[in-house]
């Protein structure tokens, strides 16, 4: 009986919706709707299967370990398109199979980490800046990233658990480059970040609109989109653009060198080019979609708010981190001393 129930339901289903081929997606996590993989998978019968990462570290130890095998679409930022396309790491795309890419923002595109945008697309955008909550903290005297030092901070602070942020802070307050690859400029941020290591309670990239909503951080390092939906949850919380620059970021779909499913990477990155799946994706997630027809079909509440769509002044000294080649080796050592408390 469960066998012939089996069969029945097997036949229900369209053939051109049947599971023929699977897509292998590793994303940021809570960062993609999941109704927008179920509509995926009900369009083209392609079974997504999807996992998480917190960190663009952790994503690239786990594409090296594999040969850049394992994955068929991934997310990287800006730095690690730059990085990873200049390793071999990540598969030219094939423009004639996104006709969707029309609907994109030319000022997110051509960007110096992939020329051309031949080994990336956008998918979603921001910054990182401070969110606070004004109850414990006076927003009118937070203005830059220096005043995160203060004494009233100590144990409140959370920061990104993201090597290339944590660092952009301790140079900008020194008034460096976050993209310095001078080992002098990265050793003295280490040293101005260690004495900041009183005020920080934790480092979370994970889940830390949960630490905010429920009261375990009262301020911090912050992207864009989870201080947006932490106003949603508790209005009490702000979001500052500090003086010394906030941190700009794009994270961008990619495809593997080594990925076994190309052409359906490439459907599901027109997929999510397509306006009214983009639109959900930022009325989602909060973040800001740089594909400029979903713009114009946002809510105005979303369009106009400034925590997610910034005013330009608000990006004055604003930077993308970009690769910085060798360099990266001697702010690990810096990153592992700090995390341990050296």
């Given at each position: 009986m469960k066998l012939r129930l089996l069969c029945l339901l097997l036949l229900m289903i369209p053939v051109e919706h049947a599971w023929?081929?699977?897509?292998?997606?590793?994303?940021?996590?809570?960062?993609?709707?999941?109704?927008?993989?179920?509509?995926?998978?009900?369009?083209?019968?392609?079974?997504?299967?999807?996992?998480?990462?917190?960190?663009?570290?952790?994503?690239?130890?786990?594409?090296?370990?594999?040969?850049?095998?394992?994955?068929?679409?991934?997310?990287?930022?800006?730095?690690?398109v730059d990085r990873m396309r200049k390793e071999g790491l990540l598969h030219a795309l094939d423009r004639s199979e996104l006709p969707n890419f029309r609907y994109l923002d030319g000022r997110h595109l051509d960007k110096a980490f992939d020329p051309g945008n031949r080994y990336s697309v956008p998918y979603l955008w921001g910054t990182t800046g401070i969110t606070l909550n004004r109850r414990q903290f006076d927003p009118d005297q937070v203005k830059a990233w220096a005043d995160l030092w203060r004494s009233e901070f100590r144990r409140r602070l959370l920061l990104s658990n993201d090597l290339r942020e944590v660092f952009h802070i301790g140079l900008r307050v020194l008034g460096y480059s976050g993209n310095s690859t001078d080992q002098e400029q990265i050793r003295q941020a280490y040293e101005k970040l260690r004495s900041l290591m009183p005020n920080v309670r934790v480092f979370n990239s994970d889940a830390p609109l949960m630490l905010y909503v429920t009261g375990e951080v009262d301020a911090g390092m912050s992207w864009s989109g989870n201080a947006f939906r932490a106003q949603l949850e508790v209005p009490d919380f702000v979001y500052v653009y500090p003086r010394e620059g906030c941190s700009l970021w794009m994270d961008n779909l990619a495809i593997p060198v080594g990925a076994e499913n190309r052409q359906g990477a490439l459907r599901m990155i027109n997929f999510l080019l397509r306006p009214d799946i983009a639109r959900l994706i930022a009325e989602k997630t909060r973040y800001a979609s740089p594909n400029a027809e979903a713009v114009r079909q946002l809510p105005a509440e979303i369009r106009n708010n400034s925590v997610m769509y910034p005013p330009p002044e608000a990006l004055s000294g604003a930077e993308y981190s970009l690769d910085i080649g060798e360099a990266i080796t001697v702010y690990a050592k810096y990153w592992e001393r700090l995390k341990a408390g050296e």
């Amino acid at each position: 009986m469960k066998l012939r129930l089996l069969c029945l339901l097997l036949l229900m289903i369209p053939v051109e919706h049947a599971w023929s081929e699977e897509l292998r997606f590793f994303n940021w996590s809570d960062y993609l709707p999941v109704e927008v993989l179920e509509q995926f998978t009900h369009e083209t019968g392609i079974r997504v299967r999807y996992s998480t990462y917190d960190s663009n570290e952790a994503m690239y130890a786990k594409l090296k370990l594999l040969g850049g095998k394992g994955y068929d679409l991934i997310v990287p930022s800006t730095y690690f398109v730059d990085r990873m396309r200049k390793e071999g790491l990540l598969h030219a795309l094939d423009r004639s199979e996104l006709p969707n890419f029309r609907y994109l923002d030319g000022r997110h595109l051509d960007k110096a980490f992939d020329p051309g945008n031949r080994y990336s697309v956008p998918y979603l955008w921001g910054t990182t800046g401070i969110t606070l909550n004004r109850r414990q903290f006076d927003p009118d005297q937070v203005k830059a990233w220096a005043d995160l030092w203060r004494s009233e901070f100590r144990r409140r602070l959370l920061l990104s658990n993201d090597l290339r942020e944590v660092f952009h802070i301790g140079l900008r307050v020194l008034g460096y480059s976050g993209n310095s690859t001078d080992q002098e400029q990265i050793r003295q941020a280490y040293e101005k970040l260690r004495s900041l290591m009183p005020n920080v309670r934790v480092f979370n990239s994970d889940a830390p609109l949960m630490l905010y909503v429920t009261g375990e951080v009262d301020a911090g390092m912050s992207w864009s989109g989870n201080a947006f939906r932490a106003q949603l949850e508790v209005p009490d919380f702000v979001y500052v653009y500090p003086r010394e620059g906030c941190s700009l970021w794009m994270d961008n779909l990619a495809i593997p060198v080594g990925a076994e499913n190309r052409q359906g990477a490439l459907r599901m990155i027109n997929f999510l080019l397509r306006p009214d799946i983009a639109r959900l994706i930022a009325e989602k997630t909060r973040y800001a979609s740089p594909n400029a027809e979903a713009v114009r079909q946002l809510p105005a509440e979303i369009r106009n708010n400034s925590v997610m769509y910034p005013p330009p002044e608000a990006l004055s000294g604003a930077e993308y981190s970009l690769d910085i080649g060798e360099a990266i080796t001697v702010y690990a050592k810096y990153w592992e001393r700090l995390k341990a408390g050296e």
